[in-house]
T-cell receptor, first 110, second 113 residues
Framework: SQQGEEDPQALSIQEGENATMNCSYK?????LQWYRQNSGRGLVHLIL?????REKHSGRLRVTLDTSKKSSSLLITASRAADTASYFC??????????FGDGTTLTVKP | DTGVSQNPRHKITKRGQNVTFRCDPI?????LYWYRQTLGQGPEFLTY????????KSRLLSDRFSAERPKGSFSTLEIQRTEQGDSAMYLC???????????FGDGTRLSIL
């Protein structure tokens, strides 16, 4: 079974709205990463947050990490149709191996 | 283009045949990973290399699967005696160290007839 679990499985919003996706995991981590995948393509790295960080920003992306609750969230503000994709969280242990969740499929309607 | 390159992009083969995929990572990256992804699922870890050394293999990697990275550069993943359940997207990724983001190729989609 996967270490990380994203919630919700699917999310549909209108362009301009914000999208929030959550990730829960089970074991201690070194860092947590968020990736985006467009249909038929490989994954693209979005943002990495280390276990001693609580929040990180990159453009329209905001990631939070709560190690006490073993959870993370990804917020995409002012969404665009081009943000339509699947979003995955990946947790890296101190051994360096990353484990991916099953993703949230985001649809942004123009 | 200096990204991760995977070949072929799509492989169709009959059950029982052997297939081999190639991955060319970003040149300065020491770590190379193989994942398998089926529809609606996240990538499942198969194996990874630190330079030419294969450090870990998932229990998903049966005896029919073998991976190599002979000179610490490109890698190959071979599946022998393919089965219907092997149909999936096989993704390769590389990173500079174990704590750096992974850069993915666009994968090889394997279809077993």
């Amino acid at each position: 079974s996967q270490q990380g679990e994203e919630d919700p499985q699917a999310l549909s919003i209108q362009e301009g709205e914000n999208a929030t996706m959550n990730c829960s995991y089970k074991t201690s981590i070194n860092n947590l990463q968020w990736y985006r995948q467009n249909s038929g393509r490989g994954l693209v790295h979005l943002i990495l947050i280390r276990s001693n960080e609580r929040e990180k920003h990159s453009g329209r992306l905001r990631v939070t990490l709560d190690t006490s609750k073993k959870s993370s969230s990804l917020l995409i503000t002012a969404s665009r149709a081009a943000d339509t994709a699947s979003y995955f969280c990946a947790t890296a242990t101190n051994a360096g191996k990353s484990t991916f969740g099953d993703g949230t499929t985001l649809t942004v309607k123009p | 283009d200096t990204g991760v390159s995977q070949n072929p992009r799509h492989k169709i083969t009959k059950r029982g045949q052997n297939v081999t995929f190639r991955c060319d990572p970003i040149s300065e990256h020491n770590r190379l990973y193989w994942y398998r992804q089926t529809l609606g699922q996240g990538p499942e870890f198969l194996t990874y290399f630190q330079n030419e050394a294969q450090l870990e293999k998932s229990r998903l990697l049966s005896d029919r699967f073998s991976a190599e990275r002979p000179k610490g550069s490109f890698s190959t993943l071979e599946i022998q005696r393919t089965e219907q359940g092997d149909s999936a997207m096989y993704l390769c990724a590389s990173s500079f160290t174990e704590y750096q983001p992974q850069h993915f190729g666009d994968g090889t989609r394997l279809s077993i007839l």
